[in-house]
C-alpha cells in the first residue's frame, strides 16, 4: 500500500446538508503542517460535521477535501492510516486495561514494536503508573488522555480533535497543550473543535468561526488588544449574524 505524504489539506466550496438543513455552507479552509487551527462556533454550527469531512467519515453533499492535492477517492484507503480522530466517543474498551487497550490498537493498525510504542503512550499520556488497571476504574478526564494517545499511535500527519478538553482537569490540560505543541513541532495537521477559550488562548495559530454553516476566521493578530479569543469570537459571530 502507498504511504501517504501530504504538507496541506484544502476544502474547496465545501457543502454539507441534512435533509433541508444546511450543516456547512460553502466552506473553503486551507491547513498547513505545523498547525493548529481552532474551529469555534455554537452547538449546531458545523464544527462535528467539518471534522467527520475531513476524516473521510462523512461525505459532503458539494464541494471537495484535497490532501496534498489529491482527493480522498484518489488516495484511497492508504490516507486513513495518515488521520488521527479524537472524538466524542473515545473508543476504549472497559472490561481492557489502558496497555491493553493500546495494544489491540496497535495491532489493529498492523504497527511494529507494539510494546515500545505503547510504553511510549502511556508515558505521553502520564499513565506508565496505571497501565494494567481496568478503563473502566478511570475518570473521565483519564479515558480521556488515554484516547488520545489511542488516536495518536500511528502517528498520524492530521490529527481530528472534538472538544478533547472534556473533562480535563488543569493538570491534564497542560498536559494536553504541551502533547499538541509537540505534534505541531514535528509537522502535525491539528485541527481541534473546542468550546474552552482559556485553554486555547495561546496554544492556536489560527481560529476559524463557524456560524450557521459558514466558515469566518478570526484575525488573532489583529487590532484588538486586550479583547482575547473569546472577544473575538463573539465580534466574529455577531457580525455574521447581522
Not at 15 to 39: E, Y
Request: proline share 3%; with cysteine.
Amino acid at each position: 500500500m502507498e504511504e501517504v505524504e501530504f504538507d496541506a489539506v484544502e476544502t474547496h466550496d465545501l457543502s454539507r446538508h441534512f435533509g433541508r438543513r444546511p450543516a456547512l455552507s460553502h466552506v473553503n479552509l486551507s491547513v498547513r503542517t505545523g498547525q493548529i487551527v481552532g474551529l469555534l462556533g455554537p452547538n449546531g454550527a458545523g464544527k462535528s460535521t467539518l471534522l467527520g469531512i475531513l476524516s473521510t467519515l462523512t461525505r459532503p453533499s458539494s464541494g471537495e477535501v484535497r490532501y496534498g492535492g489529491r482527493t480522498a477517492a484518489q488516495l484511497g484507503e492508504a490516507l486513513r492510516s495518515r488521520i488521527g480522530v479524537l472524538g466524542h466517543d473515545l473508543f476504549l474498551y472497559g472490561d481492557l486495561s489502558a496497555r491493553e487497550n493500546l495494544e489491540f490498537f496497535s495491532r489493529l493498525y498492523g504497527l511494529p514494536d507494539v510494546a515500545a510504542r505503547v510504553a511510549e503512550s502511556l508515558a505521553h499520556a502520564r499513565l506508565a503508573l496505571r497501565a494494567d488497571d481496568r478503563v473502566s476504574g478511570f475518570s473521565r478526564g483519564l479515558r480521556q488522555r488515554l484516547a488520545l494517545e489511542r488516536s495518536l499511535l500511528h502517528r498520524p500527519r492530521l490529527i481530528l480533535l472534538d472538544e478533547p478538553f472534556t473533562g480535563l482537569d488543569d493538570e491534564s490540560a497542560s498536559l494536553l497543550v504541551a502533547r499538541l505543541r509537540g505534534l505541531r513541532e514535528r509537522g502535525g495537521i491539528v485541527v481541534m473543535a473546542t468550546h474552552d477559550f482559556e485553554t486555547a488562548e495561546g496554544l492556536l495559530d489560527r481560529a476559524v468561526c463557524l456560524v450557521n454553516g459558514r466558515a469566518h476566521e478570526l484575525d488573532l493578530g489583529g487590532p484588538s488588544p486586550g479583547a482575547g479569543l473569546r472577544g473575538r469570537y463573539r465580534t466574529a459571530t455577531a457580525e455574521a449574524r447581522a
